[in-house]
């Protein structure tokens, strides 16, 4: 199965396509972050965001009868398993041709459009996990507790699984060879069944929390959604920043940021003339390098974000402790940023490639049916031009990092004492800024 051409081509947009040049932009990015910072010292001085996420306004109450009503909840989860059905139906019995919808469905539909479903909804895919309606279902037919396990899970696994299999999903999305074919992608997911599946088994539903990496990206994102619930679980509108600063820090909550946004950047940067020519002239499998040159970058954005965190504790004077927890205190911030890449990197994908799955997905089987009535679909352009594709691009990334400076802002007064709080930022913002840079330029290397 050859990758349909639009799968590689993640963004329309080029340097050509600016309305300044690419340099100008670059500084004109970094002042604006540098304003904001000090705009936010002098104006910002006591912490005003929810760190708990607490509160909100209650929704009309035919909307929580809605959505907390069984019936509702039942309903989400047979789409979910619906959806997975008419998957496997192009996975397990469809062509391994380029006319077969399952590589769109789980690059672009599914991992791309669930960034955006997430940003409005909140953690979506948790409603809707097939595999957690499966084993829901298995332990309602043995009449066991589905939260509960043959044993405990350890205390402090936290997100590290998901961290774990958030970076398997990326390293086939963006190195696996032939990752678009049919046989690539079926492996994978038996992999991803199994472990999520046998873990529930072992561990209780609870299991999915920690290890799937669609929950936890649906999840981290979802803290921006202005619909979220209240600490007594009331459904609420609530202010978007208030829900992202009210994502605690947990074990691997820091790795699971860091993978989701180095992974883009690793995306934008094997996009890069420079980069391909590498890959081609260097001698080695182009799995080798591509993983390499994602390891790279996952940990050269780590490195920077350790280094920044660490100096701000020491120049904000948190003692020990508090030093060590500075990194999952502001994980948050990296949140908009991540984001914003996405935004950046995948729209084009999403509305070009979305349309195309789409139509595809009306005969799975390749067989010439037209069952969902899509077939005929021809994907409209008028949302993608490479002049707004540029300008929402450059829009998405520095909005991601001016919410991100906001943010840390913040949260460093909450960490550090009144007087070295602002200081303490120095190091945060010096981060940001190289991000922006960073990304920018990756963004529009090509």
């Not at 936010?40 to 929810?50: C, K, T």
């Not at 959604?225 to 074990?251: E, S, T």
């Not at 965190?309 to 940023?337: Q, Y």
């Not at 007064?413 to 991000?435: D, I, K």
């Amino acid at each position: 199965m050859t990758a349909a051409p639009t799968l590689l081509a993640h963004g329309v947009g080029g340097r050509q396509d600016l309305p300044i040049t690419l340099p100008q932009l670059v500084v004109a990015a970094a002042l604006t972050l540098v304003v904001t910072f000090v705009a936010l010292g002098l104006l910002w001085r006591e912490p005003r965001l929810d760190r708990e996420a607490t509160g909100g306004r209650p929704v009309p109450r035919w909307l929580v009868r809605l959505v907390d009503a069984p019936a509702f909840r039942w309903t989400l989860r047979g789409l979910g398993l619906l959806a997975a059905a008419w998957f496997c139906l192009g996975l397990l019995g469809g062509p391994d041709t380029a006319g077969n919808p399952t590589a769109g469905a789980l690059y672009v539909l599914l991992w791309v459009g669930l960034a955006p479903l997430s940003l409005l909804l909140g953690p979506i895919w948790r409603a809707v996990n097939p595999l957690r309606t499966v084993h829901l279902l298995v332990a309602l037919a043995a009449r066991r507790d589905p939260n509960r396990g043959l044993r405990e899970l350890p205390d402090g696994v936290g997100w590290w699984p998901a961290a774990a299999t958030v970076f398997g999903f990326v390293w086939l999305e963006l190195v696996a060879p032939d990752r678009a074919t049919l046989p690539v992608i079926t492996a994978w997911l038996a992999g991803y069944a199994v472990v999520l599946l046998a873990g529930a088994v072992l561990f209780g539903a609870g299991w999915f929390d920690h290890a799937d990496p669609f929950e936890a990206y649906s999840t981290v994102i979802g803290q921006l959604a202005p619909l979220g619930r209240a600490a007594d679980g009331v459904l609420v509108w609530r202010n978007p920043l208030d829900g992202i600063a009210g994502l605690r820090p947990r074990p691997g909550l820091v790795a699971v940021v860091i993978v989701l946004l180095g992974s883009t950047m690793f995306d934008s940067l094997s996009n890069a003339p420079g980069w391909l020519r590498f890959s081609q002239e260097n001698g080695l499998h182009p799995a080798v390098t591509g993983s390499a040159g994602l390891s790279l970058v996952i940990a050269a954005v780590a490195v920077a974000y350790l280094a920044a965190a660490g100096a701000a504790a020491r120049i904000g004077r948190a003692d020990a402790a508090e030093a060590r927890g500075v990194p999952g205190e502001i994980a948050h911030s990296i949140v908009p940023i991540a984001v914003g890449y996405v935004v950046a990197h995948y729209y084009s994908l999403l509305i070009l490639e979305g349309q195309r799955t789409v139509a595809l997905l009306s005969d799975p089987l390749g067989t010439g049916a037209n069952w969902l009535g899509t077939a005929d679909w021809e994907p409209q352009t008028a949302l993608i031009t490479p002049s707004g594709v540029a300008t929402l691009q450059i829009t998405v990334i520095i909005l991601g990092h001016l919410l991100g400076t906001l943010l840390a802002h913040d949260r460093a007064l909450y960490l550090f004492p009144r007087a070295r709080a602002v200081a303490g930022q120095l190091p945060l913002l010096a981060l940001m800024v190289a991000y922006t840079v960073a990304g920018l330029l990756l963004l529009y290397a090509g």
